[in-house]
């Protein structure tokens, strides 16, 4: 991606942002930040987010104590969700990111479970990530994602985006859905 | 008749806390489902939430409209599934609201109710011709395939070599694909068996997609137009007049227009057919007439008028010209969208087909005060419009402004009295989720001694009867 072509999608990123607040949005930028997160919502909320469910970070750890060996090696990885609170989180390596939001809560859909058949597990990427996913969009998800509201450059199909080792720092902000007219 | 029984009491925050709320929630399609979750994900709201449906099993146009060999489209099921089996949710099949319990009666005994009945009615053409015998609305078509009990027997007419779809939309492509597609690609998917053996005896080798707009008005999606490329034995064309003037415009316009605008025109001059394959022809700048019919009365061809299509390409003049065109065929096909029906009790426009309503609160009238309580979701407060995704967001904003509202204060409702109370006085023999869950198994059964995931029952007394 070229310098000039980066900045205008990266303003195109921003200008998707109309909920998040200034301050949200330069953490969001400088996604090098992510390791010593700023006082934010993420904070406050993302260790509370968890409910006795199979897919919470409880029974995780507690699968993770039970088969240590076979256990995946994890990137943090941060959704920004609708409401732009964002959550980071540990994805396993090898799984898609639609899974890694729904193992953790995060309120991202996924109607044709991960089937290519629907598009909303939609995700946008950050676009100074885009190109360092390690994979193209295949002209089956081109044609899903078509059909997607709010899309960018650097959108994605969540579970099409499988976590890679380089991940590590990866923002992906779920778009908000479109509003009703009267 | 909303008037003044409802009223609003301000309740403190701290009971609100507490409450739980009655919701009843009409239609069991996904605009029911994922307006239900939407609610229940609320952290300081409780909701108990009943889920009437017309029809003894849920679903709506998941199980009824989505073509057969689209089974992951149907994945949805089990997100609706496990929204189904939560305590606080109750499927509630078999009851016509309307009919067997009135809206107002609802709104009675329910904090919210929403409509979520979809678009129940064809649109209609209103050309001479139309509805005689080899004529058929795409939700006679879809539900004869689908396995909609009252359509189960329409015996389509599919035996001479040309059919005639008029419309450009999902739903017309759908259509056209179960009528051409190779056997094999549709006996191993849930599609009724009635129709399998209909398409054996199959004579059909032209179908033509009528549309009155240019190409760039093509209401289908790109998947939908694409899988035709993939089929064997189906050959796709397109056939249109400004093909130069729509690739000159091309480079201006948004992604998916583009990429899709690009395969229709690539199809505009596609190799040459093979003997035997079916050939399916988009065709644009065509308006129906006429559909005519021999002594019998049975179809035998249709009468389109041939459309300039001039200006601007993406909103471009559509002028008629005196160019027609009697296209022989022997069954027609009108895909051409759905309705919302009006529900006796509730408020409804009829110059707009739909509901009044504002920000899916109904209102009285176009501009009128609302209606407490009422809400309106996916087709039934948008029209036929959208795909899942569409009515995921739809009943998301639904959810939001309920929400919103219950902030604002509640309205006060009647205490205890269940409705099934009400409907078994009435003699509504009621269709619980565990119900049908012995359906679904059923079906799964007789599907799998078929090798197909299910075959679906056109007839469900029988398992009804065993009460
Ligand atoms: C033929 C066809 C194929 C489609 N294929 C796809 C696809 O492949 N992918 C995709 O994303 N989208 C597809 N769609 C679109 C998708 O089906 C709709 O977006 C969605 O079903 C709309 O949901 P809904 O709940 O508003 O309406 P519906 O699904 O129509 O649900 C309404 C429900 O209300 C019930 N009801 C009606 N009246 C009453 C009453 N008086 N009392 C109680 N219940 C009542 C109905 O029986 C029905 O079950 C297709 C649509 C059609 C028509
Ligand atoms: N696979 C899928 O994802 C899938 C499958 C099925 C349905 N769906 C969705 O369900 C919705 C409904 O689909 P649909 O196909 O029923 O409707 P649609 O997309 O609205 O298409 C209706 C078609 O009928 C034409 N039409 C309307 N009135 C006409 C008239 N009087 N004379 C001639 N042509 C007329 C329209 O042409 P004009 O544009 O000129 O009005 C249009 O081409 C759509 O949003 C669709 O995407 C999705
Ligand atoms: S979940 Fe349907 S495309 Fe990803």
Redesign the interface.
Known sequence: MSTGLLTATLRNYMRCLPLLKPSHCSRVVHCSSLVAPTRSRTTLFAPFKTVPSESSNHFQSMKRCLSDNSEKKTVKVQFIDRDGDSFIVDAKIGENLMKVAHQHDI?L?G???G??????C?LVVHPDWYDQLGSEPC??E???L????G?TDTSRLGCQVVVRENFEGLVVRIPP????Y? | MFSGRFLCSKCPKFSRLLSSYKVAVVGSGPAGFYTTQELL?SPSHQFSVDIFEKSAVPFGLVRFGVAPD?P??K??I??FEEIAARPNVRFLGNVAVGYDVTVEELLRKYHVVVLAYGAGSDNKLGIPGEGAAGCYTSSQFVGWFNGVPQHSSLNPNLSGENVAIVGHGNVALDCARIIAAPLPHLEKTDIAEHAVECLRRRGVRNVNLLGRRGVMQFQG???EV?EFTKLSGVRLSVDSDNIEQIRSVLPKI???KK??TDLLLKHSSPPPASPDDISICIKFGWTPLEIKTDDKGHVRSIVLRKNLISGDMMSPDITPTDHTLEMSCSCVITSIGYKVLQLPGVPFCHLTNSIP????RVLERRGGARVPGLYTSGWARRGSDG????T???S??TAQSILEDLEGGVRSVEEGGDVCEILRERGVAMVTFQKWQEIDTLEREKGREKGKPREKLVCYQDVLNER
Do not use: G, W
Not at chain 1, 177 to 180: I, K, L, M, R, S
């Open positions: 309120d859909e109607a044709c479970e089937t290519l058949s629907c598009c909303t939609h002209e089956d081109l044609d899903m078509d059909m997607a509201y899309l859905y479109e509003p009703q009267t | 994900k689209h992951e489209v994945n949805c089990s997100t999606t790109i998947k694409r948004p992604r998916p990429r899709l309503e504002n920000l899916s795909v899942l995704a569409t995921i967001t739809d998301a904003n």
